[in-house]
């Protein structure tokens, strides 16, 4: 038991002193007042364990870190990147659906672009459908990120992406967003912005799988979506890497429309398409693999660039 108390101790510890050093900091890195206070709370501890008062100091330390860090608050206020300066405002009257600054960018590398942002409207009695993304960009299978592109009949998709809000200078990294460095917005693009700019320009590996859903269940899961857009825009929220993620907040949308049940999977994105497939929220008529396959569409995003057809070139599926 005193073992399991002091590992509990030394991992408290660990978590004030990386979120000393990493709560909250923004593109500029940790400033100089953090390492001030790093070196004083590891002297508090030092000194406990000299004379004895090591469980006092320790748990002293921890709870005055803890403290400050529930003072850390997300604001809509910073100095953001150009491609999410501006968040999506949000409206559905009856059956319309209008997004204002939709992001619909032209890139020619992936820091070289056309800024376009654009109001959009779309009749949700035209909804067909929602296809689940994942975009491979690490070796590491776990690591994915996760999107969605809602598909209607008279009208452009509309692909809605949960990401960091980035400000100028700053790069996602996932020890990070565990320690509320970044704010979290919903994306909502046209495909052409969101499929070029991972498939073509960073050249990673995208899968879209056409999900199970009725017209009814799709127009669920948007209205959703939507909400959460909307809840951003007067509440900024901070990402985090396990509990509020690209694939965790999808599914904690999805679990207002499906019943999705306990799976370590939804905080690993890398393996959210396997579990889609293990619930049969996607397609199941072949094995796994084989549909991970079949619905690749890296090499059509890169042959359909810049066609007006795109959103229906990269669907051809050869079966």
Same mark, same amino acid.
């Given at each position: 038991?005193?073992?399991?108390?002091?590992?509990?101790?030394?991992?408290?510890?660990?978590?004030?002193?990386?979120?000393?050093?990493?709560?909250?900091?923004?593109?500029?890195?940790?400033?100089?007042?953090?390492? $001030?206070?790093?070196? $004083? !709370?590891?002297?508090?501890?030092?000194?406990?364990?000299?004379? +004895?008062?090591?469980?006092?100091?320790?748990?002293?330390?921890?709870?005055?870190?803890?403290?400050?860090?529930?003072?850390?608050?997300?604001?809509?206020? /910073?100095?953001?990147?150009?491609?999410?300066?501006?968040?999506?405002? $949000?409206?559905?009257?009856?059956?319309?659906?209008?997004?204002?600054?939709?992001?619909?960018?032209?890139?020619?590398?992936?820091?070289?672009?056309?800024?376009?942002?654009?109001?959009?409207?779309?009749?949700?009695?035209?909804?067909? !459908?929602?296809?689940? %993304?994942?975009?491979?960009?690490?070796?590491?299978?776990?690591?994915?990120? =996760?999107?969605?592109?809602?598909?209607?009949?008279?009208? @452009?998709?509309?692909?809605?992406? $949960?990401?960091?809000?980035?400000?100028?200078?700053?790069? &996602? !990294?996932?020890?990070?967003?565990?320690?509320? @460095?970044? #704010?979290?917005?919903?994306?909502?693009?046209? #495909?052409?912005?969101?499929?070029?700019?991972?498939?073509? +320009? /960073?050249?990673? %590996?995208?899968?879209?799988?056409?999900?199970?859903?009725?017209?009814?269940?799709? /127009?669920? &899961?948007?209205?959703?979506?939507?909400?959460?857009?909307? %809840?951003?825009?007067?509440?900024?929220?901070?990402?985090?890497?396990?509990?509020?993620?690209?694939?965790?907040?999808?599914?904690?949308?999805?679990?207002?429309?499906?019943?999705?049940?306990?799976? +370590?999977?939804?905080?690993?994105?890398?393996?959210?398409?396997?579990?889609?497939? #293990?619930?049969?929220?996607? #397609?199941?008529?072949?094995?796994?693999?084989?549909?991970?396959?079949? +619905? /690749?569409? =890296?090499?059509?995003?890169?042959?359909?660039?810049?066609?007006?057809?795109?959103?229906?070139?990269?669907?051809?599926?050869?079966?």
């Amino acid at each position: 038991m005193k073992r399991l108390a002091a590992a509990a101790l030394a991992l408290w510890l660990l978590w004030s002193a990386a979120a000393v050093w990493l709560g909250g900091v923004g593109p500029e890195g940790p400033w100089p007042w953090r390492a $001030v206070g790093l070196g $004083v !709370g590891v002297a508090i501890v030092g000194w406990g364990a000299r004379v +004895h008062r090591l469980w006092a100091t320790g748990v002293g330390v921890g709870v005055a870190v803890l403290l400050w860090y529930a003072t850390l608050r997300p604001s809509a206020d /910073r100095t953001w990147s150009e491609d999410q300066s501006r968040l999506p405002r $949000v409206s559905i009257v009856g059956d319309t659906l209008t997004v204002r600054d939709l992001r619909a960018f032209r890139y020619r590398a992936t820091d070289d672009w056309d800024a376009r942002w654009v109001d959009r409207s779309w009749d949700l009695t035209a909804l067909q !459908g929602v296809d689940f %993304a994942v975009e491979r960009f690490s070796h590491n299978e776990a690591v994915a990120h =996760t999107f969605l592109s809602f598909r209607f009949a008279d009208a @452009q998709p509309l692909v809605v992406s $949960v990401e960091i809000r980035k400000e100028v200078g700053e790069r &996602f !990294g996932p020890v990070r967003g565990l320690f509320r @460095q970044f #704010e979290l917005m919903y994306v909502l693009a046209d #495909e052409r912005d969101a499929v070029e700019l991972r498939a073509v +320009h /960073r050249g990673n %590996a995208v899968y879209l799988h056409p999900m199970r859903a009725t017209p009814h269940q799709s /127009r669920a &899961f948007l209205e959703s979506l939507m909400a959460g857009a909307r %809840a951003i825009e007067e509440h900024p929220r901070f990402y985090n890497t396990v509990a509020a993620s690209c694939t965790t907040v999808l599914a904690q949308h999805l679990q207002e429309v499906f019943d999705l049940p306990l799976d +370590h999977r939804i905080y690993l994105p890398g393996y959210s398409d396997a579990l889609a497939f #293990e619930l049969e929220l996607i #397609e199941t008529d072949v094995d796994f693999e084989a549909t991970r396959q079949r +619905h /690749r569409i =890296t090499e059509r995003a890169q042959a359909a660039q810049g066609r007006p057809d795109f959103s229906d070139a990269i669907r051809t599926v050869a079966r």
